[in-house]
């Protein structure tokens, strides 16, 4: 399991999302947590961040998820990633799978389901 101490960046355009994801990840213990609005900004924070995991919507404005962990991908092909989405486009996450994921997600993720699905997660690393 990735260490309590681990930058973990949440990604999505949503705000309530991001809330959601951080509420769960400190509920499992995780405090150091950065936040990107859409995929532009998760490019650029994770430049900046260097965080040990990666939590990221796909369908966001301006850059997507997939176009994001393509070039995070170009320069990082080790931080494990793992997309969410509200979508079961099987090209799409197929595209994410050839680019290096981690695993997906499908939203939403409630307070009942999201802990232990993000856990989960946590755990392949």
Partial sequence: MLAKTAKIMVVDDMKMMRTSLRTFLHSLGYEKIVEAVDGQD?????AMEEPKFIFMDIVMPNVTGNEALRHIR???????????TSVSDEALIKECESLGITGYLLKPLTRDTGPQALAGMLEKV
């Fill in 42 to 46: 998760a490019i650029e924070k994770h």
């Fill in 74 to 84: 170009s320069n990082d092909k080790t931080t494990p990633i793992v997309m969410l």
